[in-house]
């Protein structure tokens, strides 16, 4: 009986950290992909691109989702917005809690004519 007890708790702690391991994967990504809409497109360089403030935006919210995953960052600002070209570049920066800036790199992984998926590096 004890032998049963003791499988079904590892079998349980694991499940647990499973599923744990999973939540951090699926809320610590970095990628995203943006309807390019009238709200979020502005024109840089005779490009679509994504407008500054949503990147900015998505990243401040997306850079530390949970306690273990990132520093919280403020402020973050993007200089201009990210043509929705693949291989495009363009930091962004951000002030960490006590005032450090921290630049944040950001790339066109694909676009199409109506959204545009990038990344950004933590």
């Known amino acids: 009986m004890q032998r049963k ?8 702690v694991a499940a647990i950290v499973a ?14 992909t943006t309807e390019l809409d009238g709200l979020s497109t502005v024109t840089v360089g005779g490009h679509k691109a994504l407008a500054a403030n949503i990147a ?17 960052l403020t402020d ?6 990210l043509k929705a070209v693949a291989g495009a570049t363009l930091t962004c920066v951000g002030k960490t809690g006590d005032g450090a800036r921290v630049d ?11 959204s545009v998926t990038w990344k950004f590096e933590r």
């Open 56 to 72: 900015a935006g998505r990243i401040q919210s997306k850079f530390h989702p949970l306690p273990w995953i990132g520093d919280k």
């Open 104 to 114: 944040i790199p950001v790339t066109v992984v694909k676009a199409t004519g109506d």
């Open 5 to 12: 007890f003791l499988v079904g708790v590892v079998g349980g």
């Open 76 to 81: 973050v600002t993007c200089p201009t917005g």
């Open 19 to 32: 599923v744990g391991a999973l939540g951090t994967h699926l809320l610590s990504g970095t990628e995203s």
